[in-house]
């Protein structure tokens, strides 16, 4: 099994920013994929952000250019900075990661943290 925590949601003015993290922890993975996804209230969950264990990154069109994505092998960390952030971006924030146990890769959701855009 793996676990994510969370962290570093809050709530921030329009054109502001925030930095995500999310920790995974368990025994017995390697980790391939790690990325980031919203939902917003009413809407369904989306693709923010990935990225793969060689670095390559995808990103959802409306967060390119002022979402970056990046990750600490060493630490088994994700990090999401968001810059100009915008009330459209209100939602919450979950963190995902894909585990290889042996051969087999599964993916995992962590909990969320709430990421509010308001003047």
């Known amino acids: 099994q793996v676990q994510l925590v969370e962290s570093g949601g809050g709530l921030v003015q329009p054109g502001g920013s925030l930095r995500l993290s999310c920790v995974a922890s368990g025994s017995d993975f390697s980790i391939y994929a790690m990325g980031w996804y919203r939902q917003a209230p009413g809407k369904e969950r989306e693709l923010v952000a990935l990225?793969?264990?060689?670095?390559?990154?995808n990103y959802a069109d409306s967060m390119k250019g002022r979402f970056t994505i990046s990750r600490d092998n060493a630490k088994k960390t994700v990090y999401l900075q968001m810059n100009s952030l915008e009330p459209e971006d209100t939602a919450v924030y979950y963190c995902?990661?894909?585990?290889?146990?042996?051969?087999?890769?599964?993916?995992?959701w962590g909990q969320g943290t709430q990421v509010t855009v308001s003047s």
């Open positions: 990225m793969s264990n060689v670095g390559s990154t």
């Open positions: 995902n990661v894909g585990g290889y146990h042996g051969t087999t890769l599964q993916y995992y």
